[in-house]
């Protein structure tokens, strides 16, 4: 390990990483030294793009086949990865799946799919993972949340069970995997512009969505996969070590105004409150 390769020697999985915020994640534990196992479900050839970027990078990569809502698949993951990596010192749970429909419409099979897929799977796959990570003296577990876990969103509501259990899962494995030397977190990426938002039907049916949630951002931008990878890669560093069984929001302040207020009113001190709270250009007016 060095100053520029922090990771080398490091083995991480990182599930759903054919694509999105998960090969962002992948190539940026390339890019500080790790080997990388990249696990994908359907599509295989997202997955090959991942690892040739790996391997351009001078690190071992591996592709590993599984529905990690599946225990079989899940168990099957990891045996593979136990003969092919032989190790393993990161786990990131990044693959979600879910239906994304009204409360009503809402069916008994897409509440086991989700739930099997964004927070079963966290569960048991920490189960796995722990035995190789002692092995090795310790290691680091970050799952991908959603704001969705405490906010409601449309049509949201399974995925946004699901990832709340995984955010209660997250604070359970940090517990009891401290004793191993196990860091267990999670991060609540906002919108994020992915192929993942064009199975969303509020995307889709709203127009400027995008330039909104952007005029809306006080950082003045969207939130990006490398943001992300950037924030999983820290929580997995020995400077990360102390933040346990935490879910770190990650969406440039989006979430952080309160809505209906016109903070366009009041930029940088330009207009400025007395000390009863009104607004000086507007006697009658009330802010907050």
Same mark, same amino acid.
């Given at each position: 390990m060095t100053l520029d390769l922090p990771f080398e020697g490091k083995i991480a999985l990182i599930t759903g990483s054919g694509r999105g915020i998960g090969r962002a994640?992948?190539?940026?534990?390339?890019?500080?030294?790790?080997?990388?196992?990249?696990?994908?479900?359907?599509?295989?050839?997202?997955?090959r793009e991942t690892m040739a970027g790996i391997q351009a990078l001078g690190r071992q990569a591996w592709a590993i086949k599984a529905n990690i809502g599946e225990i079989d698949h899940l168990n099957r993951l990891f045996d593979e990865l136990e003969k092919q990596a032989g190790g393993l010192d990161f786990l990131i749970c990044n693959a979600a799946s879910g239906y994304n429909r009204p409360v009503m419409s809402q069916k008994p099979k897409?509440?086991?799919?989700?739930?099997?897929?964004?927070?079963?799977? =966290? &569960?048991?796959? +920490?189960?796995? $993972? !722990?035995?190789?990570?002692?092995? *090795?003296?310790?290691?680091?577990?970050?799952?991908?949340?959603?704001?969705?876990?405490?906010?409601?969103?449309?049509?949201? =509501? &399974?995925?946004? +069970?699901?990832? $709340? !259990?995984?955010?209660?899962?997250? *604070?359970?494995?940090?517990?009891?995997l401290a004793g191993f030397n196990i860091v267990v977190n999670a991060v609540s990426p906002g919108l994020v512009l992915t192929d993942a938002l064009k199975h969303f039907d509020v995307v889709l049916k709203e127009a400027n969505l995008v330039e909104k949630a952007l005029s809306l951002t006080p950082a003045g931008r969207l939130v990006t996969p490398e943001d992300i990878a950037g924030v999983v890669a820290f929580?997995?560093?020995?400077?990360?070590?102390?933040i346990r069984g935490q879910t770190i929001l990650i969406d440039g302040g989006y979430t952080l105004?309160?809505?209906?207020?016109?903070?366009?009113?009041?930029?940088?001190?330009?207009?400025?409150?007395?000390?009863?709270?009104?607004?000086?250009?507007?006697?009658?007016?009330r802010t907050v």
């Open positions: 994640i992948a190539l940026e534990f390339a890019r500080l030294g790790a080997d990388i196992v990249v696990n994908f479900f359907r599509n295989s050839a997202p997955a897409g509440w086991d799919w989700t739930m099997n897929i964004n927070a079963r799977s =966290v &569960l048991f796959a +920490a189960q796995r $993972a !722990a035995p190789l990570m002692k092995l *090795r003296g310790g290691g680091a577990i970050v799952s991908v949340s959603s704001p969705g876990a405490a906010r409601v969103l449309p049509d949201y =509501v &399974l995925v946004g +069970a699901s990832k $709340a !259990a995984l955010e209660a899962v997250t *604070r359970y494995l940090a517990i009891e929580l997995c560093s020995p400077g990360g070590s102390m105004p309160i809505q209906g207020v016109d903070w366009g009113a009041i930029p940088g001190g330009e207009k400025q409150q007395d000390g009863s709270g009104t607004n000086q250009d507007d006697p009658g007016r």
